[in-house]
Each structure stands twice: as C-alpha cells, then as structure tokens.
C-alpha cells in the first residue's frame, strides 16, 4: 500500500505528462481556429518540446507568430523546417 501511495504522490510532483507531441498539436489547432494564437505558440512549443523531429509543430508555429507580426522568429522556425528535412513538402 506504501508503495502504490508513494508513486501517485511522486506522479503528482513529478509532473508526469503523458500527453504526446500530437496532441499537444491538436490542442494548438483548436486554439488557432479561434484565433488564440499566443496560447496556440506554447502549445506548440510544448509539442516541440516532446519532439523535437516533429515538423508540423514548428510550421504551424511559423505561421501563428508570422500572423502575429513576429516574422523573424517565424523565419527562424521554417529555417528548422528546412534544416531538419529540406524536402518537407509546403501545402499552404
């Protein structure tokens, strides 16, 4: 009993995230669709965070800061896009 007690209590500190890069993604999109951009870049952020390999994150996140006026850092992120696989496909 001690030990099923001690591992909620440490899950519960620990912060144990279970949620995947794409579901983060998906969350991000929800938030996109009602233009609630900020919170849709670190949900994104927290989708890269997961996976680093993961392109739609950062494309996704290139277009929300460039709709937010933040082009240099959207450039920053295609510049990832282009770096980690040059031959990503550009459906716009």
Known sequence: MRIIIS???????????????ETYFTEATRLE???KLPGAIRLLDKSIER????LPAYINRAV?????GNY????????????K?????WHF
């Open 7 to 21: 591992l909620v209590i440490d899950c519960k500190f620990c912060s144990c995230n279970t949620k995947s890069s």
């Open 51 to 54: 996976d680093s390999n993961y």
């Open 64 to 68: 929300d800061k460039a709709m937010l």
């Open 85 to 89: 696989d040059p031959r990503t496909p």
């Open 33 to 35: 669709e009602q233009d």
């Open 72 to 83: 240099k850092a959207a450039i920053q992120d295609y510049d990832i896009v282009i770096g």
